[in-house]
C-alpha cells in the first residue's frame, strides 16, 4: 500500500521535525519489548538507522516498498531482521520494533491535529504493517538458512573419517543414514582416502539402528565409489538382528567383506596388509 506524494511529504516533515523525540521515543517503547537484550546504544542506532531511511525515502515522493526508491528501507529492514534473527532473537521482538513506530506516529499525529490527521494516521499505520511484514518475511529468511547451515554442520560433524593405522582408514556410523547423510559419508570418505593415499576403508555400522533395502543401497554405492578410487571396503557391525534382516530383505552384498565388530575388521585388514595380530589369550591358574 503506496503512500501518496502528499502523504509521504506530512510523513517526512512529521518524523524530521522532531528527529530527536521521535527517536528517543521509538527507542524507549522498543526498550521495554526487548527487556534489556540489546543494549541501550545499539538499540538507538538501529532505531536511528529505521528512521533515517524512512525520512529519506519519504522525501522522494510516493512510498512504495516494493518500488525502487525504496531501497534504502528496505535495506534498513532486512539488516535488522538478519541481526535479529543471528543475535537470536524472536520474530515478535524484531517485528515489534517496527510497529512500535505506530505509537510515536498516534502521538505526533495527535498533538498536530489538521483535518487530514486521522487519514493521514491510517494511511501510516498501513505503511508501519507493510514494514512490519517485509521485516518479519526477512527474518524467517535468513532463520531457515541459519538452521540450514547449522543443519550441514552438524551433518559433517556427524560423520567422521578416522584414520586407525597406516593405510585403513574408518567410517563409525552413528544414526539413521538417509540420502543426504549417504551423500556427505560418501564425499568425505572419498576425499580422504585422496588424502591420506589409503587402501582400506572401514565402514562401522555399529550405530545405525536398523538396515533396511534404502540403507543398504547407500552403504553399497560407497562402497563401489570407493572400489572406484582404488581402495577396498569393509563392513563392520553386523549384528546377528542386523544379519537377519539383511537375509530376510535379500540383500546380496556379494564379495564385500563384513564383520561382526569394528576390531575384527581391523584386524582383518591388518592381516590382508602382512601385519601380525594376534587374539589375547586368557590367563591360566598356575
Known amino acids: 500500500m503506496a503512500l501518496s506524494t502528499e502523504e509521504s511529504r506530512r510523513l517526512a516533515e512529521l518524523l524530521s521535525g522532531q528527529a530527536d523525540r521521535v527517536t528517543s521515543r521509538w527507542t524507549e517503547i522498543v526498550t521495554s519489548s526487548l527487556r534489556g537484550r540489546l543494549s541501550q546504544a545499539e538499540l538507538r542506532r538501529q532505531v536511528q538507522d529505521l528512521h533515517s531511511a524512512i525520512v529519506s525515502t519519504a522525501e522522494q515522493g510516493d512510498i512504495d516498498l516494493s518500488a525502487d526508491n525504496a531501497a534504502e528501507l528496505r535495506a534498513a529492514l532486512s539488516e535488522l531482521s538478519r541481526g535479529r534473527a543471528r543475535q537470536g532473537f524472536s520474530a515478535t521482538e524484531t517485528t515489534v520494533s517496527i510497529f512500535a513506530l505506530k505509537d510515536v506516529l498516534a502521538e505526533l499525529v495527535r498533538e498536530t491535529g489538521g483535518t487530514n490527521a486521522l487519514n493521514d494516521y491510517v494511511a501510516f499505520s498501513k505503511l508501519v504493517d507493510e514494514m512490519g511484514l517485509f521485516t518479519f518475511e526477512s527474518f524467517v529468511r535468513t532463520r531457515e538458512s541459519l538452521i540450514a547451515d547449522q543443519a550441514e554442520q552438524l551433518l559433517e560433524l556427524s560423520t567422521p573419517v578416522v584414520k586407525l593405522w597406516e593405510g585403513v582408514v574408518a567410517v563409525p556410523l552413528v544414526g539413521t543414514l538417509d540420502s543426504a547423510r549417504a551423500q556427505v559419508v560418501m564425499e568425505r570418505l572419498l576425499q580422504t582416502l585422496v588424502d591420506t593415499s589409503s587402501p582400506y576403508a572401514i565402514i562401522d555400522i555399529t550405530g545405525v539402528p536398523a538396515v533396511d533395502t534404502q540403507v543398504a543401497q547407500h552403504i553399497l554405492k560407497t562402497v563401489v565409489a570407493a572400489r572406484l578410487m582404488g581402495a577396498d571396503c ?52 598356575v
Open 234 to 285: 569393509i563392513i563392520s557391525g553386523i549384528r546377528p538382528q542386523i544379519a537377519q534382516t539383511i537375509v530376510a530383505l535379500g540383500i546380496e552384498f556379494g564379495d564385500i567383506a563384513t564383520k561382526a565388530s569394528l576390531a575384527d575388521a581391523l584386524r582383518h585388514v591388518l592381516r590382508l596388509t602382512g601385519v601380525e595380530t594376534a587374539r589375547r589369550q586368557p590367563r591360566r591358574g
